[in-house]
């Protein structure tokens, strides 16, 4: 069966059979039956739907508004549609795009956060995700052509060279973000658009403009489904189609014109001169009905004469909300909605060209990702400027308080070498840590990009180590030339170079251990506590306090101090310190006291290897770190789903279980609010979760 394109007023996108056959081949309609959505604690606690038995369908040229009071189901709505529920609930019924089983490829979802680096112009986000995402094989011409027109389609023209902003650059107003984040969506040109509330924060003239903008999309052939918590009546009348959820449950679907008639045939009518979608959420939001209640108690002299005129000062919200769910049901906006289904269920010979994910290779992406991140770190005064900065300023006063201690042969300058370089191997790497904040951010946007399938994680663990390489050296080389020469820790230069190795790979492996870190708390507060006792740990197993034999064995000798890089790093610097060099006795007239016996007999330093092997621990501990946080997200990727799915099957017996105690045990008086809604078609059932 082929489908017709219907005109504005019966429900299609725009045209009737005279459409042709490129826009037909790429038209999206969106059907949904019966999506129930339920979650379950661990601890085996009540399970709570948050959908419960939606249908409904979208077609191309039209503008849906999704609408609710909150936690009415409308953001697990549209997560539902587009494959990103939470992995600790369960859905099941069935979503088809023309018929089949969705292609996320086609589908584009811009969420209520928007995630954006803070140091980018708009113009340099756009370019950076379409070079990401198109094909390699197109010139930079065309690619700035279609950025350019993204632009223009949204608005964002005279914002273009202007910054997003962070916590130090003044950036662009939200309105202008929000439309942002759809024009990073729109680039590949999807024919399925998914906002969660959209303008959520804007004053009124910005959110019409986003909407207006919205309805000009769809007008351009895509299907347009967007929430929204209460828009002005200007914002409303811009809607084609209207979804009314309350507590997961469809109260009204239809044209949004008619959504009026619905209330006044129900016998709530919307009185004049109202906003109609204050007047619906006014009937349905029951979140304030206990403050309602006292509010009319203290005043019920004054709402009597009301009672007699308005229905809604008559009967609770719950009453109303059960009374409209039910007149739906019977209604011919149902009925009509159910032909509507059945028919677009049935579509054949329209296919979508899936664009989704990336389109480039992957040395163009690594490039790509380089640059980006190369430029926001230097942007970013408190990604390494400011760190860089305070290492000079704690370098300059390490060198203060050691000056001068590699010039003197005396006895008592051996514990003070040993303490230099156990102060810079430990206590300057913990400063590392400060970066946190920037990471946080960073691995924001990587979720955002990896979700889509922007890139893989191997480019964006190498991209993130070559951008970063040129600031931890300036760190390392400007912290070690600092406290290198005050102290005169050295006459050769090969000793100024492996201290400055030391360095680095010490402050790369914190960099890389606070990265994988912040993909698994994503916390400010929480990831600096567990990196900073995390580096604790490793300091206790370096050898500084106590050397390595005397350390008790169970922990902190065996494992810690082997893949503790402080551990390899103090081991190194003492050697690079003290070998080859002869030092006062404490006795005078014996002999004098020689670096590799201080290193065996006072610090506890085995010498059975070279000090650049201990280096070599050093980048593999950094390197398996880097390896590690990839191992992170592979598992989140592939091994999350596997889990989440058993817990899924767990729900689903429980709530096969529950159904049949409730079939033995039928009550003489069901409930109207959660009888079991009839099916509007043919559909997999609850017992065939979508993927």
Known sequence: MEIEVEGDNGGGGGGGDGVDNRRRSVAAYLVWEDITVVVQSFGGGATRRLLHGVSGY???????????????????????????????????????????RRQLGSIAYVTQEDVLLGTLTVKETLTYSAKLRLPTTMTKEEINGIVEETLLEMGLRNCADGYIGNWHIRGISGGEKKRLSIALEILTQPRLLFLDEPTSGLDSASAYFVI????????????????????????????????????GETVYFGEAKTAVEFFAEAGFPCPSRRNPSDHFLCCINSSFEAIRNTSMGSQQNMHENRKLSDPLMNLSTADITATLIEKYKCSKYATKASSRIREISNIDGLEIERKGG????????????????????????????????????????????????????????????????????GFMMIMAVGGFPSFIEEIKVFDRERFNQHYGNAVYIISNFVSSFPFLFVISFATCTVIFFMGKLGSGFDHYIYLGLVLLGCIAAVESFMLVVASLVPNYMMGVVVGVGYNGVMMLASGFYRSLEDMPKPFLRYPISYISFMAWAVQGSYKNLL????????????????????????????????????????IAIFISYRLLFLIIAKIKERASPMFWTLHANKILQHLRKRSLVKKKNKPSFPSKRHHPPHPLSSQEGLSSPLA
């Open 358 to 425: 990336s389109q480039a290779g992957w040395p163009k992406q690594l490039l790509v990702l380089t640059q980006r991140s190369f430029v926001n770190m230097t942007r970013d005064a408190g990604y390494y400027w400011i760190r860089i900065l305070v290492y000079i300023v704690v370098s300059l006063c390490v060198g203060s308080v050691f000056y001068d201690v590699g010039a003197s042969t005396a006895h008592t300058a051996i514990m003070s070498r040993t303490n230099c370089g156990g102060f810079m191997t």
């Open 212 to 247: 207006q903008t919205l309805k000009n999309m769809a007008s351009n052939g895509r299907t347009v489904i967007s929430s929204i918590h209460q828009p002005s009546s200007e914002v409303f009348a811009l809607f084609d189609q209207l979804l009314l959820l309350s507590g």
């Open 58 to 100: 979208a077609e191309p040229g039209r503008i849906m508004a999704v609408m609710g009071p909150s936690g009415s189901g409308k953001s697990t709505l549209l997560d539902s549609f587009a494959g990103r529920l939470s992995r600790n609930v369960v859905m099941t019924g069935s979503v088809l795009i023309n018929g089949k």
């Open 579 to 618: 070998l080859g060099l002869e030092f006062e006795p404490l006795i005078p007239g014996t002999p004098k006291l020689k670096g590799d016996v201080i290193l065996k007999t006072m610090v506890g330093i085995p010498l059975t290897h070279s000090k650049w092997w201990d280096l070599a621990a050093i």
